[in-house]
């Protein structure tokens, strides 16, 4: 219901007297004394907020307007020289036209009907009967539903309700030993701030080089403007419900396109405990409903590298060539990196087109980075290489087969123990062929990593036959292939592997 309202207010009905006067319509005007905010990862901040203050002796009932809308009550601590909190109260329902509405349920008001063509008023009381789908209304002996057709109707109250603010209001009853004017502070965590890292990287493809800027980007959705405020951000991630502590908890996979290994550096910066600290250089504004970005990092020249890569799981047939991945590697460590550690964002990468002009080339996620660690990011797919993974090949083999490749394993379980056979063990012999195009006019190296090769314990035993590329096992169920695909050209390579599986 759109009900243009005009608020006729009694001074009697202001429950909070401000120490200087104020403007509430006023976005600029506040209560706020000297402000500190901490922001966190996790959409969490904590306010702290100096106040001066006359308070009388004995115990009375202060009133802290302009606090978050959504400040959680339990984490308040208030301290003021001489005073005791002996109750607190949080107020926010904020005063909205919906919300007067609500609140006059059962009340009267004064409606006023203009005449669109002589500008005359029409004015009657009505007592409001419900707000469910729209405002019902008893005027005198007939019942009317304000209709939403946009004719111009006013609605006069003719007080605020109780317990209606304009801005969210915290009330403290004291108990004070003296009377007079002191700073009071009050320290509270709200959720609705938050903040997160943005990275801009231009690469140059034929230096290797990236220039990368570090932005941090600040959320306010709190429902309260925060005036000049020294702000400081902690990365890392702050637990803060104890409920959701879950021993052996599981890390959550990385973001696709994603590769780290992590560094073992560390960033000179100001750490707290597991966390490092961002201050904010100047003290600033967080408004409202606003993003604000500041920059905390500017490097040139970092050393970097277009990687082309493809994942296979274990015995993929595809039936036509797919685009291979394309990656920027780099470092984050001191000695021919960034030299940084990273708060968790997204890095965004450009690259200059042949009239010098940036242009995006793609983007990809990036968690706590440890400084000294090496990172390669996936920005999209490469038009002009592709591969076909294809299944040319399976047999099954006997045992007597499988233990002449003896010679060639790779992975051995090697606990002796005994066992019940039951049934005769299937051994394969499985031949993979990756079939590489590029129509680049220079050669390109591209990383095949085939997978699934030990799927589970009872499979962990496989042994690498022939290849045509020399290999390298990262791990018990991967192993890497670095293949030159020449220059407008195209390479078959053909694996041959023995398993049990």
């Known amino acids: 219901m759109r009900v243009r309202a005009l608020l006729a207010v009694s001074a009697a009905a202001l429950a909070v007297q401000p120490l200087h006067a104020q403007d509430p319509t006023d976005p600029d005007t506040t209560a706020q004394g000297d402000v500190s905010v901490t922001i966190y990862n996790n959409g969490l901040g904590l306010v702290q907020d100096v106040r001066q203050l006359a308070i009388p002796s004995g115990r009375s009932t202060i009133a802290f307007p302009d606090v978050s809308a959504q400040i959680r009550p339990e984490t308040l601590s208030f301290a003021a020289e001489g005073t005791g909190i002996v ?14 509405m609500e609140k006059a349920i059962g009340q009267t008001v004064t409606l006023v009907r203009t005449n669109p063509a002589t500008g005359s008023e029409v004015r009657e009381r009505a007592t409001v009967l419900s707000t469910a789908g729209g405002v019902v209304v008893q005027i005198g002996d007939r019942i009317e539903v304000l209709r939403d057709d946009g004719l111009p109707v006013r609605v006069i109250f003719d007080r605020v309700p109780p317990n209606l603010r304009a801005r969210p209001t915290l009330s403290v009853t004291l108990e004070s030993s ?27 493809e034929a230096r290797n080089t990236i220039d990368m800027q570090g932005w941090v980007t600040l959320t306010n959705s709190t429902g309260t403007t925060y005036h000049s405020a020294q702000t400081l951000l902690v990365a890392g991630s702050v637990n803060s419900d104890g409920s959701q ?7 959550p996979p990385p973001p696709p396109g994603r590769e780290m290994v992590p560094g073992t550096e560390t960033a000179n910066r ?83 087109d042949a009239q010098g002009n940036p242009q995006f080339i793609g983007e990809n996620n990036v968690g706590h980075t440890p400084m000294g660690s090496r990172l390669s990011l996936r920005t999209g797919d490469a038009f002009d290489v592709t591969l076909q993974t294809e299944l040319e090949s399976r047999q099954r083999i006997s045992g007597e087969e499988y233990e002449r490749s003896a010679r060639y394993r790779i992975i051995e379980d090697g606990r002796v123990r005994e066992v019940q056979v039951d049934r005769t063990v299937d051994y394969w012999r499985t031949t993979m062929r990756y079939t590489l195009t590029n129509a680049k006019p220079q050669p390109v190296v591209v990383e095949v990593s085939q997978g699934g090769l030990s799927p589970n314990w009872w499979a962990s035993d496989f042994r ?33 592997y023995e398993t049990r599986y």
């Open 245 to 251: 502590v879950r021993r052996g908890r599981p890390m």
């Open 270 to 352: 100001e750490q707290l405990g597991d966390f490092y600290l961002y201050p904010i250089a100047e003290r600033t504004t967080i408004a409202n409903n606003q993003t604000k970005q500041v920059s905390f990092l500017d490097v040139q020249g970092v050393p970097a590298q277009r990687i082309y890569s493809a994942y296979i799981p274990w015995l993929t047939n595809d039936e036509q060539p797919r685009n291979v991945s394309s990656e920027i590697a780099f470092s984050s460590s001191r000695e021919g990196g960034l030299g940084d550690a990273m708060p968790a964002g997204t890095v965004r990468f450009y690259q200059r």
């Open 464 to 496: 690498v036959v022939s290849e045509d590329v020399a290999g390298e096992q990262v791990n018990a169920d991967r192993r890497i292939y670095r293949v030159t695909v020449p220059a407008n050209g195209k390479r078959e390579v053909r694996v041959t």
């Open 178 to 204: 003296r009377g007079g004017n002191r700073p009071a502070s009050i320290r509270y965590l709200t959720p609705g701030l938050g903040w997160g890292a943005d990275y801009v990287a231009l690469y140059d």
């Open 87 to 100: 109750e607190q109260n949080f107020d926010f329902d904020l005063l909205t036209p919906q919300k007067l």
